[in-house]
């Protein structure tokens, strides 16, 4: 799925979510179904997800690289197995 039609839908949805919650509070006949919102939720968060997903896969393949700071030579994080608490006992 494309990002722009990916984005489209999360907006649709959305907008279709915000008038089910809008008429369930102008209508007062009008009662939702309880899982309505589990819906809605489940494809705005996975469509969400998989565009965020795609974005960084994108970022991945144009060889950028993450870079990871280099270790300073006074910082140690090995264990010297002393079971040193933190007050140098």
């Known amino acids: 799925m494309s ?3 990916r984005y489209v839908v999360i907006v649709v949805v959305t907008a279709v979510w915000a008038l089910n919650f809008g008429a369930s509070v ?3 006949s009008y009662t ?3 899982s309505i919102n ?5 494809i705005v968060g996975g469509l969400y997800a998989a565009d965020r997903t795609s974005k960084r896969d994108d970022d991945n393949s144009k060889g950028e690289k993450r870079k990871i700071p280099a270790k300073k030579e006074s910082e140690d994080y090995s264990d010297d197995g002393k079971g040193s608490g933190g007050d140098g006992t």
């Open 3 to 5: 990002s722009r039609l």
């Open 26 to 28: 102008v209508v007062k």
């Open 32 to 34: 939702p179904s309880e």
């Open 38 to 42: 589990g819906i809605f939720m489940v």
